[in-house]
């Protein structure tokens, strides 16, 4: 089963490594507060899953509130950044891919906020395909288990079917030789009763032949008298 789950997250990793999107890009995003620097992530994947998964990585890292247009996080702990005010924005797209964007609201552009806000994104991109993956791992590790334990019943099955096969033989072999000691005791029933019945035949011829005799007899004693 171990080396069955191992190639099965083979062949999922690069299934998903072939699939997946991850484009990371620098991008400027106008705020109903302003107009911040940050990164762009662009993901596959569902809004729901991404935008879930998403919120619970914020709230990690610090206080998230819902504003009309976006997400704000105060009091953000990431990287070697702490203190910081981060907005960030997710929505899908026209071709069904997610985008997550996110940046800083500092008045003027820090390089080493920056790094940190991309490098933040990066691993948040990597993690939200690592968990699907492992989702993908557990349901088809059921899969497989399911299907491993069928496999086994039917071999188990046929196990018993073969015993049962073997018993059957058994009775056939018994029956087929019943059957040919009743078929010799039915020929010797009927030679018997055709032997009956000629020497029955006999029997009435001579029995005819004794009765005319008798008759003769008869007659010639009526004769003398």
Request: hydrophobic fraction near 35%.
């Amino acid at each position: 089963m171990s080396r069955l789950l191992f190639f099965l997250l083979i062949l999922l990793s690069v299934g998903y490594a072939k699939a997946q999107r991850f484009e990371l890009s620098e991008k400027k995003e106008k705020l109903p507060d302003g107009t911040f620097s940050g990164y762009q992530l662009i993901i596959d994947g569902t809004l729901d899953d991404i935008e879930t998964q998403w919120n619970d990585q914020l709230r990690a890292t610090g206080k998230v509130k819902k504003k009309r247009a976006h997400w704000e996080v105060t009091e953000a702990e990431f990287g070697r950044q702490a203190g910081l005010t981060l907005g960030t924005i997710v929505k899908l797209r026209s071709d069904s891919s997610v985008s997550l964007w996110l940046g800083a609201k500092l008045k003027k552009s820090d390089n080493s906020v920056d790094k940190d806000v991309e490098e933040y994104l990066q691993a948040f991109g990597q993690e939200y395909y690592r968990s699907r993956l492992r989702t993908e791992v557990e349901r088809t590790e059921e899969e497989a288990i399911f299907i491993s334990r069928q496999h086994q019943k039917l071999l188990n099955d046929n196990k018993n079917l073969g015993f049962e096969l073997e018993e059957a033989q058994k009775e056939q072999e018994r029956l087929r030789n019943a059957l040919e000691k009743v078929s010799l005791e039915v020929q010797v029933i009927q030679q018997k009763m055709e032997d009956n019945r000629l020497a029955a035949e006999k029997l009435l011829i001579e029995l005819d032949k004794t009765n005319s005799r008798l008759d003769g007899k008869k007659s010639s004693l009526k004769k003398m008298n």
